[in-house]
Every structure is written in structure tokens, then in C-alpha cells.
């Protein structure tokens, strides 16, 4: 799937947390306790997205949608990029060692060896803890890159280069300099 072709899904997630509608977000994230795609209750939000499609990207879009309400904080980094950051900065406050590996990269390095079917607990708990640093994420790009992990069907390569470029943007994150005041308003491409 291609990237533009999650931005309507994505606008009307969005779209929803501009207009402040608590009882769809409250929804959709409780469906995460579901498989992506089997709460009946979410349908009326996501199903127009997903057309015709009964595979991964079906379940890529709820998965995505659930994950969207759980934290809507965009940006433009990539999940993978905004969880390296979050690593490093855990580790500048103090708050884990970066001697050894910390918890929050093991967390990030099971998610990267979960097959199709542990995925979503991994990254549940990955956004969490986004949420609870505030780091937002690119939401279009997860909804594309999950329709490669989510699909027991993918090509092995396709799969694993996702799984390289998350380890490289973790990475690329989690050893970046700090971002000086004066310059945080300067985007950098991850």
C-alpha cells in the first residue's frame, strides 16, 4: 500500500479529534483489546476506508485507527524515529541506564521480532509510552508500514525491510545529539 492512500483514514481520524468526539476515540481505543478488524462496535468509524480489501490492510486500518485514538499527537517522525527519542530522552533524565539495554529498547527490539500475530501487543504498549512522553508520530506511515507486519502472508523481505528501517530510524534517534532550543522548531528528516 502505498503512503497516500492511508491519508483519507488518517485526515478523518484527525478530523474526529479537532471536533472533539470523545465517544469515537473512547471507541476506538478500546478495540485494541480486540484483533484489528473484529470489533463490531468500531466498524462505522473505519470500514468505509477499507473498501473491498478483507486482508492486512483491513486490519492494518483498524489497528492504525485504534492506535491513532489511543494517541492522536501527529508529527511528522516516524513511530519508530519518535520511540528512539523517547529512549534517549528516558536516558538523559535519568530515568534508565544506557549501559546496558534499557527496558524501553528490549520493548522496541520484541516488537521488531514479533510475527503478524504479536505485533499489536507490542506496539499497544509502544504508543503508551509515546503518549506518555507526548512524542507524537507519523500516523500515515504506521498505517502503511502495519500493512506489511500484520499481513502472515507478506513477503519474508518485504516484512523484514520494514523491520530494518524501524531499527535504523530507532537507532538514528536514540544516538541523535540533543536538539538545542534555538533549534527545535528546524525539522529533521529522520
Not at 478523518?12 to 480486540?34: H, I, T, W
Not at 503518549?131 to 499481513?151: K, N, P, R, S, V
Not at 536538539?179 to 529533521?188: F, I, K, L, Q, S
Request: with cysteine; charged share 30%.
Amino acid at each position: 500500500m502505498k503512503r497516500d492512500e492511508s491519508e483519507p483514514l488518517i485526515e478523518y481520524l484527525q478530523g474526529l479529534k479537532q471536533r472533539k468526539d470523545l465517544g469515537a476515540l473512547a471507541a476506538l481505543r478500546r478495540s485494541l483489546a480486540f484483533e484489528p478488524g473484529e470489533d463490531l462496535k468500531v466498524y462505522r468509524y473505519v470500514e468505509r476506508f477499507v473498501g473491498a480489501s478483507l486482508g492486512s490492510r483491513r486490519r492494518a486500518a483498524y489497528a492504525a485507527a485504534g492506535l491513532f485514538a489511543l494517541h492522536p499527537e501527529g508529527s511528522e517522525r516516524s513511530f519508530s524515529a519518535a520511540f528512539g527519542e523517547l529512549v534517549r530522552r528516558r536516558v538523559q533524565r535519568g530515568n534508565e541506564s544506557d549501559k546496558n539495554l534499557t527496558s524501553a529498547e528490549r520493548r522496541f527490539l520484541a516488537l521488531l521480532e514479533a510475527d503478524a500475530a504479536g505485533v499489536m501487543p507490542h506496539l499497544r504498549q509502544a504508543v503508551n509510552l509515546l503518549a506518555t512522553d507526548a512524542l507524537g508520530y507519523d500516523h500515515a506511515g504506521l498505517f502503511t508500514d502495519l500493512c506489511g507486519l500484520l499481513d502472515d502472508h507478506a513477503n519474508p523481505d518485504w516484512r523484514d525491510e520494514i523491520k530494518r528501517r524501524w531499527a535504523m530510524h530507532f537507532y538514528r534517534a536514540l544516538q541523535a545529539e540533543p536538539v538545542e532550543e534555538a533549534e527545535a522548531g528546524d525539522h529533521v528528516d529522520q
